[in-house]
């Protein structure tokens, strides 16, 4: 795989570099102490065109590729990792099903405006019995007319309710199993669509999270997405989309962690001598440095194969679970390097470990990905 970037990723990586640092970054402590969304930086991100960044131009997306918008959200969430999630999970938790699985009046009607920042995406997928086990959720669809009518909860939705359009997945036939589970496509305008429990968590707080309940929601037919009991198949293409982008998010997050832990080591004097001279931290920094680069190179090679158009489970997953348990791993080192002073919130890698950890969690746990891997790998042998 050629890493080589073309003179164009450079200078829209450059321009997202320069947007993160001067304008995402000094907000960062204050989104995380106050649990803001930052609605500003959303429309500015919006503004750059960064909202949509893998779709078609035709549906107001800036056409670039898989790997570059995997870059963009590195660059972003080395700043702040709620803002770059905000971004993250409106392209590919709820842009991405549009675009592979929309008929060409979804992607009109719906893709357009989230690719051009009108609208905010979210995926309801969690529920409170089915997380890990996507086949077991009880939301229900009931056909009634030409109106299919939802009734159900979703827990743990990412952009909650600062979201417009929601991809719902829903069962549609109760005695089929996966095979009776269909996606729709659903607008918080919609009557019987509410909010519950916007959760205090211990990480990414800037972006909100919170259960959305349905009671009897009307979704009319043309909002089914990929068909009439096909939605497991879309869901699980989706998160392996997905995960490429949280597997970005795990690199920002540990290369920021990396990036304060040099900057407190070099000014750090202790017997004498700043502790970056010492052989321990030394290896600490050598080896956190070693595990960035060797989780961007499974990033960017699943990102690749997503370009291509190649399914791409194992490697979308080898990327997300290397990343995660890479970014846990970094930022508590980080942590470590500034010792005492890394405990404490006035240096933000306490910040960053505790972003880092729920990439070990969401869009299917580490546990998930070992299944997904082992089964691909066993599956080639």
């Known amino acids: ?46 503004n750059l065109g960064l909202m949509g960044v893998p779709f078609p131009e035709e549906y107001g997306g800036a056409g670039q590729s898989y790997v570059t918008f995997a870059l963009i959200v590195e660059e972003i969430c080395r700043a702040c990792a709620s803002t770059g999630l905000i971004m993250d999970v409106n392209i590919s938790l709820c842009g991405e099903p549009i675009m592979m699985f929309g008929s060409d009046e979804q992607k009109e009607r719906f893709l357009t405006p989230l690719a051009t920042g009108e609208k905010l995406g979210a995926l309801a997928m969690t529920e409170p ?169 499974l990033m960017l090679r699943a990102a690749h194969l997503r370009d291509l158009n190649v399914s791409s489970p194992r490697e979308s997953a080898m990327a997300k679970l290397f990343a995660g348990d890479m970014a846990m791993r970094v930022t508590t080192d980080a942590v470590q390097v500034l010792g005492g002073y890394g405990y404490i919130r006035e240096y933000p890698v306490e910040r960053h470990m505790r972003d880092a950890k729920i990439t070990q969690i969401y869009e299917g746990t580490q546990q998930i990905q070992r299944v997904v891997v082992a089964r691909q790998v066993l599956g080639g042998a």
């Open 1 to 46: 795989m050629d890493q080589t970037l073309t003179d164009e990723q450079r200078d829209i990586l450059s321009m997202v570099r320069d947007f993160a640092q001067s304008e995402v970054l000094p907000r960062a402590a204050e989104i995380d102490e106050k649990a803001e969304y930052p609605a500003d930086l959303v429309r500015k991100m919006a």
């Open 129 to 297: 019995e089915a997380g890990s086990d996507a086949a077991s959720i009880t939301t229900t669809a009931v056909k009634r007319g030409e109106c299919w009518v939802l009734n159900g909860r979703k827990i743990f939705i990412t952009n909650g309710e600062k979201a417009d359009t929601y991809v719902v997945t829903a069962r549609t036939d109760k005695g089929a199993g996966a095979r009776g589970i269909t996606d729709f496509i659903v607008e918080k305008s919609m009557p019987g669509v509410s909010f519950t429990t916007h959760y205090e968590k211990m990480g990414i707080r800037g972006s909100p999270t919170t259960d959305v309940v349905l009671e009897n929601v009307e979704v009319p037919e043309e909002n089914i997405l990929g068909g009439l009991g096909n939605g497991f198949k879309v869901t699980m293409e989706t998160l392996d989309a997905g995960r490429i982008g949280i597997a970005a998010q795990a690199i920002g997050i540990a290369r920021a962690a990396l990036h304060d832990s040099i900057a407190y080591a070099r000014e750090r004097v202790q017997f004498g001598q700043p502790i970056a001279s010492f052989e321990m931290v030394q290896s600490m920094v050598a080896d956190m440095a070693t595990q960035i680069e060797a989780a961007r190179v």
